[in-house]
Structure formats: C-alpha cells, structure tokens
C-alpha cells in the first residue's frame, strides 16, 4: 500500500520557479511509474508528464521545456520542476503512482494518488 504526499506548493509570482515533491511511504514506490496532474479552475485535471521506475520521462507536448519531472530513489521522492510559471498554471497539482510502471496519461491507469497541491501564480 503506497500514501503519497504532495508538498512544494503555495503563492508565487509570475516568472518564478517552483518544485513540488511527491513523497511515498511504501517499498515498492521506486519501481513505480509516477504521472503528474493538474487541475485549475473550472477545468478537468490535465496530464502533465511521468516517469518510469527506471528514470525515463514522458511529458505533455504543451509543457514541454517548462516542467521537469525527476526522481530521488535514495529519498523514495519524485519531483516536478516549473520554471516561468505564469498565471494559467495556477491549479492543484497531483501526483499519482501505476504499479504497472507504465508511462501514461490515462488517470484510471494510475492506482494511488495524493491529496493534491495548491500553486497559486500571480502577476
């Protein structure tokens, strides 16, 4: 059983870099592919990119270059780093782990989740 716990997340400015963890308290999270998502808004969650068990990365065409996902083993942590925010990446950001390692955008694929992360962009 895997509890994931997102942090990082709170008010910045516009331009500003943000890294959000998403820590996990069960053996096997490394071997696990763990997507990001977020959801702003009035709007569905959106996949923004993954990471496989063994470090290789998928991400949304759309934030490509903006948003770096990484993953400590040693720290049982993944990360997403925002560079540039701007204001329409305002929304709660989730972190969620497939026990299949299967590198996906689809959410039903994804069997654990956090409780989210709020980011708040101003100008």
């Known amino acids: 059983q895997e509890q994931l716990v997102e942090s990082g997340g709170g008010l910045v400015q516009a331009g500003d870099s943000l890294r959000l963890s998403c820590t996990a308290s069960?053996?096997?999270?490394?071997?696990?592919?763990v997507g990001w998502f977020r959801q702003a808004p009035g709007r569905e969650r959106e996949f923004i990119g993954a990471?496989?068990?063994?470090?290789?990365?998928q991400y949304k065409d759309s934030v490509q270059g903006r948003f770096t996902i990484s993953r400590n083993y040693a720290e049982n942590t993944v990360y997403l780093q925002i560079s540039t925010l701007r204001i329409e990446d305002t929304a709660v950001y989730y972190c969620?782990?497939?026990?299949?390692?299967?590198?996906?955008?689809?959410?039903?694929?994804?069997?654990?989740w956090g409780q989210g992360t709020q980011v708040t962009v101003s100008s």
């Open positions: 069960g053996p096997t999270y490394n071997n696990y592919a």
């Open positions: 990471i496989s068990g063994s470090g290789v990365t």
């Open positions: 969620a782990a497939d026990g299949f390692n299967t590198l996906t955008g689809t959410e039903a694929l994804y069997y654990y």
